[in-house]
RNA sequence: GCCGACCUAGCUCAACGGUAGAGCACAGCUUUCGUAAAGCUGAGGUUCUGGGUUCGAAUCCCAGGGUCGGCUCCA
């Protein structure tokens, strides 16, 4: 009777029956012992100390090098210690129910939910986190006990932890006919449900963690369920990485939108105003503006039609698209004209429903389509008051809309030339960190419309055009509107929280309720399909995803302010006010800064402001007709005639950035602080 | 909407039951200056709103509004 464990390096080791994993890393190094968090037994993640069958295994163990693998054990254990930590402190009452470690996530490391007596504070947060620690320096071992489920709900129901029983009926109904042993873990008083695996005692937790906050959190994620407490925690191996973690939040705190939108003047979001209701100042529209401009002219290229219609439209034209009631909860409350006035009007919380009668009032033959509608419409949606967030969730948007009413054997051809537009914008803006999500309906649920052949046809419509451009994306069920199947463009904000940008629908349900029709080459009626799409998303959202990006530092053909003259002293301000003259008759959006500020202040003031360019001006320059250059991040660039800088601004403005002869050596590429500008791409 | 925290000058913050303050920004004056902050002076407050406790409230309590972090939702 013997185990034999062959090593990842290629060397074997006989051992007795029950060996464990801590004790073959004890054999091979002392250190290798104390950094072991885990094992990889035969590919499986398995305890430290759970004794390995006879025969012979494989064994990989994991240290604090494995990277995520390693610290989600590393996690998972201090989920456990805080709940052992609460559970300490605020006694029976207490029922803790999952605590999951979190990889991906930007902020949080780790989390444990609590049906707690009370509510938690700050100060109860500290309590807890002392006692975590005390828990730590009693090197508690975590030892795991495999039960019968009946026996692990008799060791729950014991304990008071019903959400635990409900948890073992769940794993036993899922199990089906054969009933699973349910793995516990036993930490010193302290006794949870998991499947693990986990750091062999409480001591190698180590110091380096801490809890960041509490919050609600319905159990199940459903809000018809109890509100629980979470308390969320960071944790890695060594202070240096908690340190960098927050540090990183830090950072990321300096290009959040709302900061930056305030620091440089581009929107407000005012109380009196109404909540997310944003205000947008100069310098923000400046930017909407020249994003608005170039998309009109790429849809125009395309093909696309512009239209124009109002805010508010009768509440029948929605009770026509399916929206009213359907969204009822989500819209401003409908206006009531009079006595007589039926319905009333709503404020639109979408354009559709006025395109489709744009397309109703006329007839339309098979060789008009596709007709593609598009209109910049602001629309309104009562958003959740706790779901409002700067410019990113807000009530009052404007969605870059468009639908396009084509034929079945059109779809792919105009959602392929959608997809490649969303890409083109993404692109040139250098957003090139997104994912794609193919919004599926879920087959469980019944809140979706139409009839099932046409969501297969759809479904697969979209599918062979992520595959056709070779994008990666993830298929997922549920996330498709209740009228048909999306693609999403995902990106990420400042703080790793994930926002959708561009978005493509197919609709076959809006025609259908609006009864749209075309007369086919057969001369009888046919039903259009629709397609609903916007490429940015909303340029409210768009842009405030963009300022985190950017950092601020818009690239020149965005930038408010694109050059900063500065005269060096009040002597050369006429020059100055020539220069800015020329550059704003070259097009170019130039500021004079003609204050009695030394030429230090003036610099530091547009930099802080993240103007692209500054052009010096003193004696030397006033006699030569020339400007000396200064780059936003590169600094000074030395003098150069201001033709040739008009020149050579206008060559980066017109290119979006892709050319930048003013820009340092590669000529390409510019760096803020703290940002990380991806280059340029091509189209 | 739900759970929790927060709200003081335009902004960032201090004062934590006893006369509301600083830095930046703003205004005036002096300086005329060469690549990230010149100096002096000044103005600026319903301490989110309303109610309560107290001799006295920015500070304690209650309600409302707003913001932030989560949860839920997202056409």
Redesign the pocket.
């Known amino acids: 009777m013997s185990t034999q464990i062959a090593l990842p390096d290629g060397s074997t080791k006989q051992y007795d029956d029950g060996v464990t994993p801590a004790r073959v890393a004890e054999d091979i190094s002392a250190g290798l012992a104390r950094a072991a968090v885990a094992a990889e037994v035969d590919g499986a993640l398995c305890d430290l100390t759970a004794p390995l069958a006879e025969g012979r295994h494989e064994l990989r163990l994991l240290t604090d090098r494995d990277g995520d693998a390693a610290l989600e054990v590393l996690r998972h254990t201090a989920a456990h210690v805080l709940a052992q930590a609460v559970v300490r402190l605020y006694g029976e009452g207490v029922q803790y129910t999952i605590g999951p470690a979190l990889i991906d996530d ?3 490391g780790f ?1 444990y939910d609590f049906d707690l007596p009370r ?4 100060d109860d947060l500290a309590a807890i986190e002392g006692e975590m620690r005390r828990i730590v320096g009693e090197k508690i071992p975590l030892d795991r006990v495999e039960l019968p489920p009946d026996e692990a709900k008799a060791e729950m129901r014991r304990r008071g932890q019903h959400y635990k029983i409900e948890m073992i009926d769940d794993l036993v109904a899922e199990a089906g006919a054969a009933p699973p042993t349910v793995s516990l873990y036993r930490q010193g008083d302290f006794v949870d449900m998991c499947r693990g695996p986990h750091l062999p005692h409480t001591g190698k937790l180590g110091k380096a963690f801490k809890l ?7 159990w199940r ?3 018809r369920n109890k ?1 629980l ?2 308390i ?1 925690g960071v944790a890695f191996f060594s202070k240096a990485d908690l340190d960098a973690h927050v540090e990183r939040i830090e950072q990321a705190r300096q290009r ?1 939108h ?2 930056l939108g ?2 440089l003047g581009l929107f407000l ?1 005012d ?1 009196q105003v ?3 209701l944003p205000l947008w100042l100069p310098k923000g529209t400046i930017i909407r503006m020249e994003l608005e401009t170039w998309l009109r002219g790429e849809l125009l290229r395309r093909g696309y039609q512009p239209v124009i219609t109002p805010h508010i439209g009768k509440t029948d034209l929605f009770r026509t698209s399916g ?1 009213y009631p ?2 009822e ?3 401003f409350p409908t206006m009531q004209l009079g006595e007589d006035d039926g319905d009333g009007y709503l404020l639109k ?2 354009n ?1 429903p006025f395109h489709m009668r744009i397309y109703k009032s006329a007839q339309h033959s098979y060789r008009e389509l596709p007709i593609r509608y598009s209109e910049f419409g602001t ?1 309104y ?10 410019l990113v ?1 807000v009530r009052g948007f404007t969605q870059d809309d468009a639908h396009i009413l084509c034929t079945h054997e059109q779809i792919e051809q105009e959602v392929a030339s959608c997809v490649e537009l969303t890409k083109l914008v993404l692109s040139t803006l250098g957003l090139d960190d997104y994912r794609v999500r193919v ?1 599926l309906r879920d087959p469980d649920s019944s ?1 979706y419309t139409g009839p099932e052949k046409n969501w297969d046809l759809a479904e697969t419509n979209l599918r062979n055009v992520v595959r056709r451009f070779e994008m990666d994306y993830t298929e997922e069920p549920g ?5 048909g199947p ?1 693609i999403d463009f995902v990106v990420t904000d400042a ?3 994930e926002w ?1 940008l561009g ?1 493509i ?1 197919v609709d076959y349900n809006l025609p259908e309720r609006f009864d749209l029709t075309y007369t086919g080459p057969d001369n009888a009626p046919h039903r259009p399909v629709m397609i ?1 799409r916007a490429p940015l998303g909303a340029p409210e959202r768009f842009i405030g995803i963009l300022i985190e990006h950017f950092a601020g530092a818009f690239p020149l053909w965005l930038a408010p302010v694109q050059v900063a003259v500065l005269p ?5 301000a006429d020059y100055g006010a020539d220069v800015a003259r020329r550059l704003r008759d070259a097009g170019f959006r130039a500021e004079l800064d003609d ?7 003036k ?3 547009a ?2 402001d993240k103007v692209p360019y ?1 052009a ?7 006699e030569q007709g020339t400007v ?3 780059e ?2 590169d ?2 660039r ?2 150069i005639a201001l033709d040739a800088f008009v020149e050579a601004l206008a060559a980066e403005r017109d290119s979006k950035g892709r050319t930048r002869p003013l820009a340092g050596a590669d000529g390409t590429d510019a760096t803020t ?1 703290g940002a990380e500008i991806s280059k340029q791409e091509g189209l």
């Open positions: 930007f902020q949080y989390y509510s938690i504070s700050a960041v906050t509490a919050a609600g959190a319905y994620g459903d809000e509100m407490t979470r969320y959040d709302r900061v305030r620091q979001i109380e109404g909540p997310g929206h359907y969204y909860h989500g819209l919380p979408m559709c629309v949606r009562l958003e959740q008051s706790g779901e409002l967030n700067g969730r919004g809140k996330e498709a509107a209740f009228y999306k703080l790793g929280r959708q978005t629908q609903h060096v002293s009040d002597k050369f204050s009695p500020e030394k030429i230090g202040a610099i530091r003031r930099t802080m500054m010096v001006v003193g004696g030397r320059e006033a000396a250059v200064r936003r991040t600094g000074d030395g003098p602080e």
